[in-house]
């Protein structure tokens, strides 16, 4: 049955927690609406009664509001199988839908009455500890080291869905043992106590480009005017290298000149690259010779020096240090034309054109924080410096009697000869197993009233920070912490930090975890059956949806486009795992004149536009979905069926039964199709399986690793299905235009997936006000992935905590 789109979107009303409401200001119990009672009586209660009790529910003895208001969850299940045509089934009679808008609207006003007078509820969280990747990454913030320090930590605990949750995150003896390793291994890396050599790396001359087997391999290459159209002869030679930003970096050249004594023989050395201070103009350019210096653009002559040495024994060396800060890509060595253009082109042969540095290799916290200015006394130096990372390792301003503890123990360390260095070492220590560093407590006072209570600034710092991140808050954070403006401006926040890299976090962390899709790790498919599989083509699965997601944040596209959206990357093993042929999206096998794209090679990710290709779009059709909700040996249309309920419409089905077992343990025959359709012949497997397998079969073309097919075991595949309402389908293209269509579930999915997520809690009945009003706005501003991360930020759940 159609169901229109007014009762679709009134399908979940606003709810707040009833145990909350006031005594003085409660509405009494009334009878129920007799339109509501009628439409039980007629369509419900047959099945659903003390005697038959279908799927262990009873609806009989629901008659007035106070009943209905006990057991809200679920009426909120009800009311979805009802609006979205699973109930009553398909062999009963049909409701009309004036009867749904009746029963609809009597339900309706039972919740928004109970609403109207229930005070806000913030829900509880349990203070929660940084998980491993929190950890991680709040690390490599506060210090500067990238490493994984939490890969020894007991794995974190799933709730939810997701292993940020707080109800979940207990703490062991095994994770104290963990954490003072990690946090004396993470000190050694953030602070040196003796003086690292800087790296030297030599690049000699035969290795130089450019490259030819015509070189010789002699200790010294030459390079010269004997054949003045060859770059191999003529030079500039050069070399690619690799600097650090800041860092600074010393240039060495060993050379000598076969030219006659008495004879000026100059050499450039060349810095290439795109961001130079003063690049050298077309004048500056001709004064070089070589046949590929113009290859070399943009480039800076670093220095110019006369070569001296007539001999192998006696070559000289070149030495100089570069800017500080200044970038290069590439290293090069030219021979400086003579000034009398009739003297012929001296030989000049070269041992090696090396870099040296950064000159400073202490750490890079080290370095920024650990330099005692000149005018500046020691004490006052240390105390500063340890206010600003005590403040930014616990998140919020760091406390007097916090920061004289740990002045106190530098001063101890030095005063049993260690060095400074080695006291901030063991500070550092302290801090990262301080439970003020592992856990995020919410523990400002607003004083003692039981209502719920706004975050403090630096409360809400972290919040965001660590839902959109995963790490810790950045400087730009606590300054509008510290002038308490983050909350006037908390929407512009979330914009900026969604264009920022850091934001990947999101899709790793919420998208990877909401889709199931760390199940990927454990994926091992039968190798007789699928013998092309490997772990290059597994790692390529999770980066394309990784990549899919990603670019709907970046890029602010609607949420929508997670379901059909005609783009997504590729790399060459995962479009030949496709049969893919180009950026365009067309088949291997069939070769587009007008629009050909452009050949995916190697195993760089390529954007991959699918208008023509609708049955690889949005995120159902992708190898790590198709994979992870199959069977080793096979696809499983009951694992995608209920993937698609569950993950994306927020519906999903009961557990199995206990004593029913799985197919393949069966004495049924036939195709996969017709031993399911015998399975569901088993009332007590038909309720569940009548929703689950229809979706599942339309995605029968893929098999259990994503590939196309046609085919199963020689026999054509049908992928045609039908929704309890009666709509049919064929194929994934025609059931993804479907679910678009069940955009209200679809969003309210994702809404309260993201919103578990973002508070570290399920949802509860009492969020659901705020739920409705992150999807009214979402829906009004075209489902936009930025207003649906708005809209959850500024929600009361999100900014707001329980009081006392």
């Known amino acids: 049955m159609n169901v229109t789109k007014h009762l679709l979107s009134a399908l979940f009303i606003s709810c707040a927690s009833i145990q909350a409401q ?41 008659k007035d509001e106070a009943s209905i208001l006990k057991d809200r969850t679920l009426w909120k299940t009800a009311m979805t199988m009802v609006l979205s045509g699973e109930m009553p089934p398909e062999k009963k009679p049909r409701p009309s839908i004036q009867e749904i808008d009746a029963f609809q609207k009597a339900i309706a006003s039972v919740f928004e009455r109970a609403d109207k007078f229930s005070k806000t509820s913030a829900g509880h969280v349990a203070m929660r500890r940084l998980n491993r990747v929190e950890y991680n990454n709040t690390v490599r913030e506060l210090l500067g080291v990238d490493f994984n320090a939490s890969e020894d930590f007991p794995a974190d605990e799933v709730g939810h869905g997701f292993d940020n949750i707080s109800d979940v995150q207990w703490i062991s003896p095994v994770h104290m043992e963990r954490y003072l390793a990690a946090a004396e291994s993470i000190a050694l890396r953030a602070v040196a106590l003796e003086a690292v050599k800087p790296p030297f790396r030599y690049h000699g001359g035969p290795n130089l480009e450019p490259a030819s087997p015509n070189v010789s391999q002699a200790k010294f290459r030459p390079i010269n005017g004997d054949k003045p159209t060859e770059a191999i002869w003529t030079g500039p030679l050069h070399t690619p290298v690799k600097m650090l930003p800041d860092g600074e970096y010393a240039i060495h050249v060993k050379l000598y000149t076969s030219a006659e004594t008495g004879k000026t023989v100059n050499v450039a050395v060349l ?73 012929p082109i001296p030989h000049v042969f070269v041992e090696h054109l090396s870099t040296e540095g950064p000159m400073d290799t202490r750490p890079e916290f080290q370095k920024k924080n650990l330099s005692i200015p000149k005018d500046k006394k020691k004490d006052e130096f240390v105390r500063e410096m340890l206010t600003r990372f005590v ?108 264009k920022n890299p850091k934001s990947r976090a999101l899709t ?19 190798a007789k059956v699928f013998p092309a599989f490997n772990p290059k083509l597994k790692t390529a699965m999770l980066e394309e949806t990784i990549l899919f997601i990603d670019a709907i944040v970046r890029e602010d596209r609607s ?53 023509n290709n609708p049955e690889r779009s949005g995120l159902m059709t992708q190898a790590s979905i198709l994979a992870v909700t199959s069977n080793p040996t096979r696809t499983s249309p009951v694992k995608r069926g209920k993937w698609v309920l569950d993950q994306l419409l927020g519906t999903p089905p009961p557990p199995a039964p206990p004593d029913v077992p799985s197919l393949e343990k069966t004495e049924l025959k036939g195709t996969l199709r017709e031993r399911l359709t015998q399975h569901r012949a088993n ?66 999915c994702l809404s309260e997936k993201m919103l578990t997520y973002a508070l570290g809690r399920g949802v509860e009945v009492y969020d659901n006000t705020a739920v409705e009003r992150i999807m009214e706005a979402l829906g009004k501003d075209n489902f936009k992935f930025s207003t649906l991360v708005i809209e959850i930020v500024k929600s009361e759940p999100f900014r707001m905590r329980k009081g006392q």
Request: hydrophobic share 40%; glycine share 6%.
């Open 271 to 343: 810095g290439c690259g795109k961001d130079l201070p003063t690049p050298a103009s077309d004048a500056d350019a001709d004064t070089l010779f070589g046949v590929a210096v113009k290859n070399l653009r943009p480039f800076q002559i670093l220095k110019k020096a006369e070569v001296k040495a007539r001999s192998e024994q006696k070559a000289d060396g070149i030495y100089f240090k570069l800017p500080h800060g200044m970038m290069i890509d590439r290293l090069a060595l030219a021979i400086v034309k003579p000034a009398n253009k009739a003297d």
């Open 683 to 748: 009332p007590a497997c038909a309720n569940c399986h009548d929703r689950m397998d229809p979706i599942g079969f339309a995605f029968e073309n893929y098999d259990a690793l994503g590939a196309f097919r046609t085919k199963d075991s020689d026999k054509p595949i049908d992928p045609s299905g039908a929704f309890p309402n009666g709509q049919t389908f064929s194929g994934a293209a025609e059931l993804k235009a479907l679910l678009k269509k069940k955009k209200d579930l679809f969003s309210r």
């Open 391 to 498: 403040g930014k390792a616990f998140r919020r301003p760091a406390k007097t009697e916090e920061v004289d503890r740990f002045v106190k123990a530098i001063e101890a360390a030095e005063k049993r000869g260690d060095s400074f260095e080695s006291g901030v070492q063991q500070v550092i220590q302290a801090v990262l197993v301080s439970p003020k560093f592992l856990f995020r407590p919410e523990l400002e006072s607003h004083g003692s009233t039981s209502d719920a209570q706004p975050l403090g600034e630096y409360e809400l710092a972290s919040r965001l920070s660590y839902f959109l991140w995963s790490s810790m808050p950045d400087d730009e954070l606590f300054v509008l912490a510290e002038k308490k403006q983050l909350t006037p401006n908390i929407e512009a926040q979330v914009r900026r930090m969604l």
């Open 559 to 611: 949420v929508l486009d997670m379901i059909d959206g005609n783009f997504t990357y590729l790399n060459e093993p995962l479009a030949q795992h496709y049969k893919i042929g180009d950026t365009n999206g067309n088949p291997m096998w069939k070769k587009d004149a007008k629009n050909p794209g452009k050949a995916i090679k190697g195993f760089d990710f390529v954007r991959v536009d699918l208008t």
């Open 22 to 62: 006031s005594a003085d200001k409660a509405p009494a119990p009334v009878e129920f609406s007799k339109s509501g009672f009628a439409f039980i009586e007629k369509h419900c209660v047959e099945c659903h009664c003390e005697k038959v009790k279908k799927s262990g529910v009873t609806l009989h003895q629901y």
């Open 508 to 526: 790793e962390n919420f998208a990877v975890q909401w889709l199931q899709l760390r199940r990927l790790n454990n994926l091992n498919p039968d």
